[in-house]
């Protein structure tokens, strides 16, 4: 349990599509999305819970989906109508804590880099 492996990120224009992939060890924690731009502070964008309930953070509402897969021990992030702001590092994080958008998750994946150009 715990390990967490992010796949997923590129550079795409504005306006763009992009999923995101955490494969984890195991299915049994609450998992979320979070990203951290440079000199910023690390921001929820998005956590599932064990039972599949979903929070996201405001900035990111209407645009992007969390979803898993219980099956292949999945997590996904699927980001529609990508804006320049949304450039970041992307982290997938898990814990058996519901810790929602709070960046205090024991698990974290390695990150991924996404890009968004205007």
């Known amino acids: 349990q715990g390990q967490l492996v992010v796949s997923g990120g590129v550079s795409v224009q504005a306006g763009g599509s992009l999923k995101l992939s955490c494969l984890a060890s195991?299915?049994?924690?609450?998992m979320a999305w979070f990203r951290q731009a440079p000199g910023k502070e690390r921001e929820g964008v998005a956590v599932i819970s064990t039972d599949g309930f979903t929070m996201y953070g405001d900035s990111v509402k209407g645009r992007f989906t969390i979803s898993k897969d219980n099956a292949k021990n999945t997590l996904y992030l699927q980001m529609n109508s990508l804006k320049p702001e949304d450039t970041a590092m992307y982290y997938c994080?898990?814990?058996?804590?519901?810790?929602?958008?709070?960046?205090?998750?024991?698990?974290w994946g390695q990150g991924t880099q996404v890009t968004v150009s205007s």
């Open positions: 994080a898990a814990d058996v804590f519901w810790w929602a958008l709070v960046p205090k998750y024991e698990h």
């Open positions: 195991g299915n049994t924690m609450h």
